[in-house]
């Protein structure tokens, strides 16, 4: 069982800079990749970025790649997505999630995640 709590959001103008955090729970967090997610108003859910278990591996959606970086701390049990040059098209509820099974292809799928945080807001100004 993997918990995980998302925090660092908020409202910033656009060009700045977020980072969010996500906190998991869990004995075995370590061997779980993690995901980041978001979602507009209105819209679906969509893939922002991605990062294995080791960290080696880190994959983005081309509309925040180059801006947002993902990263993990494997000793604070913790995942980070730092963003920078911020737009508002970025605003979004933002959500963390863990995936044990996962390929390089099924990262990018949220439906194929096993836990998910309750979400944290950001939003940007014009």
């Known amino acids: 069982q993997v918990q995980l709590v998302e925090s660092g959001g908020g409202l910033v103008q656009a060009g700045g800079s977020l980072r969010l955090s996500c906190a998991a729970s869990?004995?075995?967090?370590?061997?779980?990749?993690m995901g980041w997610f978001r979602q507009a108003p209105g819209k679906e859910r969509e893939f922002v970025a991605a990062t294995t278990w080791t960290g080696a591996n880190t994959y983005y959606a081309d509309s925040v790649k180059g801006r947002f970086t993902i990263s993990r701390d494997a000793a604070k049990n913790t995942v980070y997505l730092q963003m920078n040059s911020l737009k508002p098209e970025d605003t979004a509820v933002y959500y963390c999630?863990?995936?044990?099974?996962?390929?390089?292809?099924?990262?990018?799928?949220?439906?194929?995640?096993?836990?998910w945080g309750q979400g944290t807001q950001v939003t940007v100004s014009s």
């Open positions: 999630a863990a995936d044990l099974y996962y390929t390089a292809s099924s990262l990018r799928e949220d439906g194929k995640y096993d836990y």
């Open positions: 869990g004995r075995t967090f370590r061997r779980y990749a």
